[in-house]
């Protein structure tokens, strides 16, 4: 049980357009979604936190106006690049966490990951 | 959340146990102990956890020192797929909406044949 799922794996854009990447948890509700971008040979950087049916919060330095996020339901948050340019370009990583009257032996789920490149 | 410390890279012979350290000396009561790893282009995922009594499952063991400032992350027989980015986190377990987990850089652990 607790499987995240992330998609798409993988995608190419072009500069100026918009891609989405969808996270859902397969078995499980989660009330709180994360989302991390991760860039070459660094560690994982938290850009923001959604709860579900409300507004998420971000980290500083985290364009909210850039990366749409929207968490319209318990197994589903989305993230939207708007506008991506270059330096868009990372490796994005959602976290899902379990309702709290659920009994896990962890909170945190993490998806596979999506590369994006923005050409 | 309290500031861990890890080696940036060990080597282990395969078959062998890896102990991997973590220092987190300014650890709070109240603040737990997690280990996630994440192989190459892939998520991360969840090792295991612990707040102060050792714990094992079937992936790996936890020591926890008994003044809570340090742990090891014990791998009985690493095999070449343990090969990953270890990532040693201390956090308070319940947080409401505002639980999240910070990732230092971790330890590259390699296994060699």
């Known amino acids: 049980g607790a499987v995240v799922s992330q998609h798409p794996s993988r995608v190419i854009c072009k500069s100026g357009t918009s891609v989405k990447i969808e996270c859902r948890s397969l078995?499980?509700?989660?009330?709180?979604m994360f989302w991390y971008r991760q860039f070459p040979k660094q560690s994982l950087m938290l850009m923001a936190t959604?709860?579900?049916?409300?507004?998420?919060?971000?980290e500083q330095g985290v364009e909210k106006d850039k990366f749409l996020i929207n968490h319209a339901s318990l197994t589903l948050s989305t993230l939207t690049v708007t506008s991506a340019h270059p330096e868009d370009s990372s490796f994005y990583i959602c976290s899902a966490r379990v309702a709290r009257f659920e009994t896990k032996n962890t909170e945190a789920f993490f998806g596979q990951g999506t590369r994006l490149t923005v050409v | 959340d309290a500031k861990t410390t890890q080696p940036p890279s060990m080597d282990c012979a395969e078959g062998r146990a890896a102990n991997l350290p973590c220092n987190h000396s300014t650890i709070s009561g109240n603040e737990y102990v997690y280990w996630y790893r994440q192989i190459h282009s892939q998520g991360p995922q969840y090792i295991i956890h612990g707040l102060k009594n050792n714990e094992t499952n079937e992936m790996a063991s936890l020591i926890i020192t008994e003044d809570r400032k340090s742990s090891t992350l014990i791998l009985p027989h690493a095999t070449l797929r343990d090969t990953a980015v270890y990532y040693c986190i201390v956090r308070v377990r319940s947080g409401g909406s505002n639980y999240k987990l910070t990732f230092g850089k971790g330890t590259l652990l390699t296994v060699n044949p």
């Open positions: 078995d499980f509700q989660a009330t709180t």
């Open positions: 959604s709860n579900e049916g409300s507004k998420a919060t971000y």
